[in-house]
């Protein structure tokens, strides 16, 4: 058989089932500006509840009409109980939400699935090959295509035909227009986003018996989705189209070919895309920045006594701890420390310039690799490997930081997300240096002063250390003019460039710092953990430390390290007596982006000052880390809500 | 030399023509204000000279030297500040940190990162300084959110003043003011110093007979007329189109 003609069907196969989801996701995108991350586990749901009707009635065509069916009432719930009352708060904190509900859905599906891989044959009608065109080909195969072809031209004809689609493509554009068509606009949004989970429920349904199931199948579906949306337009039909075949022809020939370039490919194309065309090759709504990315107001209020003498007593308990603790606790807490700099690190740049990045995890990953690789290939020191990463990271996170500053908004997101996932890409295939999947080790650590830093209680003063002085440094960082131009390009950038900020470079600036301390962390974790693996850069990472600072409290520094110790402490408790710890973790993180946008930090800084909560939409304030510019302080929330410049488009 | 000098610019939005092959001159320390109905292009005019929107062609020269091109941030370096109709404020932080953060960027202390912002007193004593000159001392510590909405108005002005411009572009300051608001920004713009040029949309003829040197009407994206306030109250096009509502 021909081998071109047998990878154009791969290829054609892959992008079908690639464009049932990114149809959905892009849809959702387009009418309602949320990236939903739940959707590949919708794609997951639908693929598995197919299996389980499979077992019990042996009937794929009953599966592919139930799966669907109750996959879309799941999505509906999270519709209607969960994310419509985000509608109005910044795109991010939707984000987030669904990033939690990624967790419970994993863990539902492993608890009762489990995490090996299964198989669902495809149905007994479709078994066999076909013999065409100068080949055989697989007739579930060829059905695929002629499916997902149908679905498409079904979704086509709705969308421009019927009035249904008119609402929906002026929605769009802009949903007030919607509303002027008539159109109920929580009916239409609900609408959308079941229609979209439902494609991609079937999609899950009709993959899995080329695919196979396990837990995991939501990601790996759902990064290529994004990608498939970036290159053909977000919003648009037919660039998810263009773009699924695009992206399954690549990636096909990719694996065919190159095999060890495969998983940049598609990646790099993304990246082009991106750069050449940021609205994409159809795009509606592009490089739109959406601006309610602000995260929460931060004022200030006066650092009272009380706060001192709580701060005094904290530092004071956690010097005194190890002493009084067992080495498994003084390693854990060391470890705290650890994603304490490194959610620091990111909060520099989401919390305190607005810049959502979904790719910090490749910074914390370069630095880590670094350590443990010039330790296991060239015997350096780990104390040099450090020293040489911090730098390192700095280059990486400018060279990167360059492409994505000049993008704002959910395209930052996904372009620093693609980035990380390139880094994470030549961790996993540099097999010689990085070790690939099995990871790489470091034979001993360090030592410092004459004490080796594999003794727990040394490590913990270490990374103790560290953490006290990133913490302070940063601090000074904040409340030095050019840390209130971060937060003056958090707050308003039109304003800043018309006062003459070249907002550009200070973003580069804080992207490049808020790099290197994540490198910085990720470096003391290599010497804390002695070993590291391609999942330390994995987006998933990126969303655990996202997690963290959001948990704690976005734009202030004590937030993210209280975020990080509740998320590890949790992790860790949780996961000793009980299997669910992602699923619980998930639904903590969802009723923190619901209920306390502030993170925990908000609500307990208030409580130590002595001042109630302020009321929604934003509880909480930081003392002393915000702009203090006068003894009264302007308390409480920002609106969520975006501002636009008066006619200021380019 | 003219200060400001605006050659055959044009701008369009799809079909939408915004400004249509205009023309200014604008000497040293004129006041020069600029009328026409909304819709009219004013808005699309001051940002296409602050830099907020690209200009289609055309040529606009400070002190003889085109800025088309510059970045808003440029611009600004460049001597021309503004203010935005649509108030266009750090609304989180405090008035006073607004200023800062002008004055600072001035300054060209932005990048500093070793001392408390609070710290490096000459940007601080200059921030207060504008502070008193917008009549918002009594306000420093507030949260700009909180301030009424003439105040904020009144801040728009500040930061604009704040970057020392030789030419400063006010889009209708007194939108949305009581008159008791309006008579304070008449006497603030009277009380710039006289070398500063300013130009000025403006609604209000009250205000706009009381501060011009000069007027430009802009009709549809076309200037109609320029001339000093006499010249346009005579003016026979101007009377029908633009002031024939009053008749
Ligand atoms: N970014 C834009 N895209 C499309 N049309 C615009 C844009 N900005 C302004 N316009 C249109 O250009 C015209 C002139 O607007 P503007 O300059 O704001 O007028 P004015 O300030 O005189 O009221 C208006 O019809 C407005 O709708
Ligand atoms: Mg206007």
Not at chain 1, 337 to 342: G, N
Not at chain 1, 624 to 639: F, L, N, Q
Not at chain 2, 188 to 197: G, I, K
Request: aromatic share 10%.
């Amino acid at each position: 058989m021909d081998i071109y003609l047998a990878q154009l069907m791969n290829g054609l196969v892959y992008g079908m089932l690639l464009f049932l989801t990114a149809a959905g996701l892009s849809l959702i995108f387009g009418l309602m500006n949320v990236v939903s991350l739940a959707h590949g586990s919708f794609f997951m749901l639908g693929a598995y509840l197919a299996f389980a009707v499979v077992r019990e009635t042996g009937n794929y065509w009953l599966a592919l009409l139930i799966s669907p069916c109750l996959t879309v009432l799941v999505g509906l719930v999270v519709e209607r109980f969960f994310m419509r009352r985000l509608y109005r708060r910044g795109h991010l904190d939707q984000v987030l939400l669904t990033f939690g509900f990624t967790f419970v859905f994993f863990d539902a599906v492993r608890s009762i699935w489990g995490s090996d891989i299964r198989k669902l044959a495809p149905p007994v009608s479709l078994e066999g090959s076909i013999a065409l065109v100068g080949g055989m080909f697989s007739t579930y195969r060829l059905f695929l295509l002629a499916f997902g072809a149908l679905l498409a031209l079904i979704l086509w004809a709705v969308m421009e035909k019927s009035r249904l689609g008119a609402m929906v493509r002026a929605g769009v554009d802009d949903s007030q227009m919607a509303a002027g068509l008539g159109a109920n606009i929580p009916a239409l949004f609900s609408g959308v986003f079941g229609a979209g989970v439902a494609l991609a429920a079937i999609g899950g349904v009709v993959a899995a018996p080329v695919l196979g199931l396990y837990p995991g199948m939501d990601g790996d579906i759902l990064i290529p989705s994004f990608i498939v949306i970036v290159i053909g337009g977000m919003g648009s039909l037919r660039g998810a189209f263009v773009g699924t075949l695009l992206v399954g022809i690549a990636d096909a020939f990719g694996k065919a070919y190159v095999p060890a370039l495969s998983l940049f490919l598609i990646y790099l194309l993304m990246a082009v895309f991106l750069l050449v065309r940021p609205q994409g090759l159809f795009g509606i709504k592009g490089g739109v920045a959406p601006a309610g990315m602000v995260v929460a107001a931060r004022a200030a209020l006066s650092a009272t006594l009380r706060v001192k003498v709580i701060a005094a007593l904290v530092l004071l308990a956690l010097a005194c701890y190890p002493l009084l603790v067992p080495d498994y606790q003084r390693t854990l807490v060391s470890e705290i420390f650890v994603f304490a700099i490194f959610a620091m690190s990111l909060d520099l740049l989401l919390g305190y310039t607005g810049l959502p990045s979904f790719g910090h995890a490749g910074f914390f990953g370069l630095g880590a690799y670094t350590v443990i690789v010039l330790g296991a290939l060239f015997g350096l020191n780990g104390w040099t490997g450090v020293l040489i990463a911090v730098p390192l990271t700095a280059l990486a996170a400018a060279l990167i930081g360059f492409f994505c500053v000049r993008t704002s908004g959910i395209t930052f997101l996904m372009l620093t997300l693609a980035f990380s996932q390139l880094l994470y890409s030549i961790a996993f295939k540099w097999r010689d240096v990085t070790g690939g999947s099995d990871g790489i080790g470091i034979p001993d650590r360090p030592n410092i002063f004459g004490w080796s830093l594999s003794e727990p209680i040394v490590m913990y003063y270490v990374t103790f250390g560290f953490c006290l002085l990133c913490y302070v440094g940063l601090r000074r960082l904040i409340a030095s003019p050019l840390g209130h131009a971060f937060i003056g390009i958090r707050e308003n950038e039109s304003r800043m460039r018309a006062i003459g900020y070249s907002t550009g470079l200070y973003k580069l600036l804080s992207f490049t710092i808020g790099g290197a301390l994540a490198g910085l962390a990720g470096g003391l974790y290599a010497l804390f953990n002695g070993f590291v693996s391609p999942e330390v850069l994995h987006w998933s990472a990126s969303g655990d430390i996202l997690i963290m600072v959001m948990l704690g409290g976005a734009g202030t520094l004590l937030g993210p390290v209280l975020g990080s110790a509740i998320f590890l402490l949790m992790k860790n408790l949780v996961s000793s007596y009980n299997d669910h710890w992602m699923m619980i973790i998930g639904i903590i993180f969802i009723a923190c982006v619901m209920f306390f946008p502030g993170g925990v930090w908000g609500i307990l800084s208030s409580r130590i000052a002595g001042r109630k909560p302020d009321s929604p939409p934003r509880p909480g304030t930081t003392p002393a880390e915000g702009i203090a510019s006068g003894d009264k302080a302007p308390t409480g929330a920002a609106p969520g809500a975006s501002m636009t410049v008066d006619g200021a488009a380019r | 030399m003219s200060t400001l000098q605006i050659e055959d610019l044009y701008r369009s939005f799809g079909s939408l023509v915004v400004t249509q092959h205009v023309n200014l001159s604008i000497g040293a320390g004129e006041r020069h204000v600029i009328i026409g109905p909304n819709g009219a292009g004013k808005t699309s005019l001051i940002n296409q000279i602050g830099g907020q929107l690209r200009p289609g062609s055309g040529r606009i020269l400070l002190d003889g030297v085109n800025i088309i091109g510059q970045a808003p941030e440029q611009v600004l370096r460049s001597g021309i500040a503004r203010t935005f109709q649509k108030n266009n404020l750090f609304f989180n932080l405090s008035v006073i940190e607004n200023l800062r953060l002008a004055v600072q960027a001035r300054r060209g202390n932005g990048l500093q990162c070793f001392r408390p912002a609070r710290s490096l007193t000459a940007i601080m004593s200059r921030a207060e300084s504008i502070l008193a000159q917008v009549k918002l001392d009594a306000n420093g510590s507030r949260a700009v959110r909180e301030l009424s909405y003439g105040e904020q108005r009144q801040l728009e002005v500040g930061l604009a003043l704040a970057g020392d411009p030789k030419v400063l572009l006010l889009d209708e300051p007194t939108s949305g003011m009581s008159p008791a608001e309006t008579a304070g920004m008449i006497e603030l713009v009277r009380s710039l110093p006289r070398e500063l040029t300013v130009v000025m949309i403006e609604h209000d003829m009250h205000v706009v007979f009381s501060l011009a040197d000069r007027i430009t009407v802009l009709y549809y994206g076309e200037v109609l007329a320029t001339g000093t306030p006499q010249e346009i109250q005579d003016n026979e096009r101007v009377r029908e189109i633009y002031l024939g509502a009053r008749h």
